[in-house]
């Protein structure tokens, strides 16, 4: 079911096994004041033993050097039901003082059989945080056991990983 509200205040009854927030999402938080409480509220909805997962870019230096506000190209695909050719594109611009990333989604749609494109954007900022502050705030919402995974597979989090993956676990 879908539920529309406040995150800082959801409680679920029976409470989840698994609560997760997938990429990004923790990023749109302005600070760790509201990290925080989005960790918490993940804890007060889960059952013992009940797992948290989160996900969030770590983009390096080199990385964050290339957000520079450039357009680039994500990735080119069919749409399924239409043949229409979708594309995705970026465009992303570092603000070293504020800490933070604004990133902007373009997704262009091109008919098959020709026709007018189709336009849709997005713009978010992205408030960055490090590996191990998420894992110093999950611990400071009292999940007992917590884990950083550097990718999907899962390898453990390192100084050349791209995203952390927070794996927090009531104990």
């Not at 989160?54 to 050097?65: F, H």
Request: hydrophobic content about 40%.
């Amino acid at each position: 079911s879908v539920v529309e509200g406040d995150f800082s205040d959801y409680r679920a009854e029976p409470r989840f096994g698994l609560a997760f927030m997938a990429v990004n999402t923790l990023l749109l938080m302005e600070d760790d004041a509201a990290r925080l409480a989005v960790l918490e509220t993940m804890r007060a909805n889960l059952r013992d033993s009940g797992i948290a997962a989160a996900e969030v870019s770590t983009p390096q230096a080199d990385e964050l050097a290339r957000y520079d506000g450039r357009i680039q190209l994500e990735w080119l695909r069919a749409d399924p039901d239409t043949g229409d050719q979708v594309t995705k594109m970026i465009s992303a611009r570092y603000d070293e003082d504020a800490g933070t990333v604004t990133l902007t989604q373009i997704y262009e749609s091109t008919p098959l059989h020709g026709g007018q494109v189709t336009r849709v954007t997005k713009t978010d900022t992205l408030h960055l945080v490090s590996a191990e502050k998420l894992e110093a705030l999950a611990r400071e919402a009292g999940f007992g056991e917590v884990e950083l995974k550097g990718d999907h597979l899962p390898t453990p989090y390192g100084a050349r990983s791209h995203r952390a993956i927070l794996v927090a676990r009531l104990v």
